[in-house]
């Protein structure tokens, strides 16, 4: 493990770089746009009743995983994670592709 990354405890793996950056800046972008709102629709009076847009920030659910076998029969198989247990999913992949 390295220091300096950020690390999922459910799935045991490092954070991709975009996941990381947008996970510690995410207080720091809410009250940006808390503070655009107060400024443009309290203040201004502008575009009051417009909808407010969600902020499109990657958090760690966006880490579904995935893992592609051959089977004996070279036919290529695909398991994707369900759930939070991606390391069980793995094992179960790789038993099955024993078989």
Same mark, same amino acid.
């Given at each position: 493990m =390295?220091?300096?990354?950020l690390?999922?405890v459910?799935?045991?793996?490092?954070?991709?770089?975009?996941?990381?950056?947008?996970?510690?800046?995410? =207080?720091?972008?809410?009250?940006?746009?808390?503070?655009?709102?107060?400024?443009?629709?309290?203040? %201004?009076?502008?575009?009051?009743f417009?909808?407010?847009? %969600?902020? %499109?920030?990657?958090?760690?659910?966006?880490?579904?995983?995935?893992?592609?076998? %051959?089977?004996?029969?070279?036919?290529?198989i695909?398991?994707?994670?369900?759930?939070?247990?991606h390391?069980?999913?793995?094992?179960?992949?790789?038993?099955?592709?024993?078989?």
């Open positions: =390295e220091k300096n990354k690390y999922s459910a799935f045991a793996t490092a954070v991709a770089p975009e996941t990381e950056k947008d996970l510690l800046e995410a =207080e720091k972008k809410g009250k940006e746009a808390r503070m655009e709102f107060a400024h443009e629709r309290l203040k %201004k009076g502008e575009k009051f417009e909808p407010i847009h %969600k902020q %499109k920030l990657k958090t760690m659910a966006n880490m579904k995983k995935s893992v592609k076998l %051959k089977t004996t029969q070279n036919k290529l695909e398991f994707r994670q369900q759930g939070n247990n390391k069980a999913s793995c094992e179960i992949a790789r038993r099955k592709s024993q078989v």
